[in-house]
């Protein structure tokens, strides 16, 4: 029997005014977003709805944005009888997965992501480090190229067969961008982001992660997790609590992550949340499967 994915995107796919006609529009979307509001030391509706724009992009606010819209459609998903076998996330969508998977409630999901954001923030603002986007030259090579390159440079989120972000400190960006370049790759982008996510830059973030995931209960979960950094299957509640620690400062291995889903049965997979970026990059890693975004009303209908 063909299983059910629901997958989850991560920073970048924000905008002001998300989950705003959810809101208004659908009681049970309202009852879940008060409860998640309610729960939060920061006027995340606000800025949810209203902006600005500079207040969303900070990475304190777009990261538990992003999971609160992801959780509220996956509850409306699951009151129309779908549910998923599988779940994944994208970097911070990781987090929208506990709480879709049923591992966090929805209101500590949220607010963990907040705690997420906010420590990654600081640590950003204390280590000079960037990212960029190598487009056209497969994983393998970029990482043989980074090996020549000084300085604290590391291949990070492996998106798809084409795309892959590295992440480190400035200097060692802009090296290794003109090399990867000398060396085929299509593009190297530097990418407008406040810090070098998912790279060893990023430890002091997951250290401070690793203490406050320790206030949270977790549960048994309803779906099974495969994980960013292993792309392993998981139920585990300290295999997961691992899995968060090592996310601050490990890979995203989307494309094992999305050949992990189809090995295990998926065919189905649910986009769930703002925009449409991992339907893009899934179908360049399987066009065999079928992809549906979940972001609106309408698609819900």
Request: net charge negative.
């Amino acid at each position: 029997m063909s299983k059910i994915a629901f997958v989850f995107p991560g920073q970048g796919a924000q905008y002001v005014g998300m989950g705003k006609d959810l809101y208004e529009n659908n009681e049970i979307a309202k009852k879940y977003f008060d409860e998640i509001f309610e729960n939060m030391e920061i006027d995340l509706k606000r800025v949810m709805f209203e902006g600005p724009e500079e207040d969303l992009k900070q990475t304190k606010y777009t990261q538990p944005a992003i999971v609160a819209m992801s959780l509220v459609l996956a509850k409306l998903m699951e009151e129309k009888g779908i549910k998923a076998d599988y779940v994944a996330g994208h970097s911070v969508g990781e987090y929208a997965a506990l709480g879709s998977g049923g591992y966090l409630s929805l209101e500590d999901a949220v607010k963990l992501t907040a705690f997420r954001g906010d420590t990654m923030n600081t640590v950003s603002q204390e280590v000079n480090g960037t990212m960029a986007a190598i487009i056209g030259m497969e994983a393998a090579k970029i990482e043989e190229v980074l090996a020549g390159v000084d300085g604290v440079v590391e291949a990070v989120n492996f998106n798809e067969p084409g795309q892959t972000v590295i992440a480190g400190s400035v200097a060692a960006i802009e090296k290794a961008c003109e090399a990867l370049k000398a060396a085929g790759a299509r593009r190297a982008l530097i990418l407008s982001v406040s810090g070098p996510f998912h790279s060893s830059l990023m430890k002091p973030a997951g250290e401070k992660l690793k203490a406050e995931v320790e206030n949270y209960e977790f549960k048994t979960g309803t779906a099974k997790l495969v994980a960013n950094t292993t792309a392993e299957v998981t139920t585990d509640a300290e295999e997961i609590k691992k899995e968060l620690y090592d996310q601050t400062f490990g890979p995203v291995r989307w494309v094992e992550t999305v050949e992990k889903l189809k090995s295990e049965g998926v065919e189905k997979i649910y986009e769930i949340g703002p925009g449409k970026v991992l339907k893009g990059l899934i179908r360049k890693i399987d066009k065999t499967l079928v992809v549906e975004n979940i972001e609106k009303l309408e698609d819900l209908a």
